[in-house]
């Protein structure tokens, strides 16, 4: 008899934190993302709309999710040069700045970034990424972060979705895997599944 007390409440409270963390804006998600093959054959980036933290963040986690790739960053300095900070800053890009850029420093591939910090009411924060060719001005690749977690968590998020998309998988900010062995949910953890 004790038995069977001990596991209704045990079973009630694993579905409570389940509802709790559904509910309590745990939810996070990985859209708008596409990249085209050629994103690996660029060598140059330099980043634009970040502080120079996020920047920092952002730079590190990209490295460490494209080890492969030869990768080199432009310093933040040598960018505002020739651009000023608020264009920097504000991401203002047309085709006389990227031909500045790319003539210039020979950067070759732009990543403009933009972060929003939560909202009114707790809404999720949001990452948004466009990759650039700074000569032609296509875009290569495009990622749209949200979560309630920090920004370091958006990047991994952005990195990871970018990576998953070029080895042909889907990648989902949301999960379908389970927590410490139970068959709840953790919307928390990103999935990578085959397409």
Known sequence: ?????????????????????????????????????????????????????QEQIFMATYLRTFPELDITFLERGRLTDVLGEQDLLQGRLNSRTRAKISQILGVELLLICAYEPAGPGGRNKKMRLRIVDSETGIIVGSVITQAHKDFEHHCYMAAKGLKADLAGKKYYGGSSTTQRGTNIPCPCDPVISNR
């Open 1 to 53: 008899m004790q038995t069977q007390n001990s596991t209704l409440p045990r079973s009630a409270t694993l579905f409570a934190l389940a509802l709790l963390s559904l509910l309590g804006g745990c939810r996070q998600r990985t859209h708008a993302l596409f990249t085209r093959p050629e994103l690996k054959s660029y060598q140059r980036y330099a980043i634009l709309g970040l502080t120079e933290e």
